[in-house]
């Protein structure tokens, strides 16, 4: 089992940039790590993954090229970077842990969120 803190959530204004963090407890390295958002009156979305196997990343094609997920396996974090951040990117963010998928939604263990909150 895993348990998942994230932080690093925060005002920002458009263009700034912010990292997050998710701190896990348990079996760290045995998952694959995701990160999701939810914006007010929408649904949750994937945002980005990292395998457990191969460190392959993947991410949703509107953060591509502004949002990088990383993992160090040591501190039993994973991180999402996140530059050039644009208002649409205001949502609460969401850590997750699953032992096989990747992009899909149904993770088996979540955070509690961070919310971020982008100014124009």
């Known amino acids: 089992q895993v348990q998942l803190v994230e932080s690093g959530g925060g005002l920002v204004q458009a263009g700034g940039s912010l990292r997050l963090s998710c701190a896990a407890s348990?079996?760290?390295?045995?998952?694959?790590m995701g990160w999701f958002r939810q914006a007010p009156g929408k649904e949750r979305e994937f945002v980005a993954a990292?395998?457990?196997?191969?460190?392959?990343?993947y991410y949703k094609d509107s953060v591509k090229g502004r949002f990088t997920i990383s993992r160090d396996n040591a501190k039993n974090t994973v991180y999402l970077q996140m530059i050039n951040l644009k208002p649409e990117d205001t949502a609460v963010y969401y850590c997750a842990a699953d032992r096989w998928l990747v992009t899909g939604m149904k993770y088996d263990y979540w955070g509690q969120g961070t919310q971020v909150t982008v100014s124009s």
């Open positions: 990292i395998r457990r196997t191969d460190d392959s990343t």
């Open positions: 348990g079996p760290f390295s045995s998952y694959n």
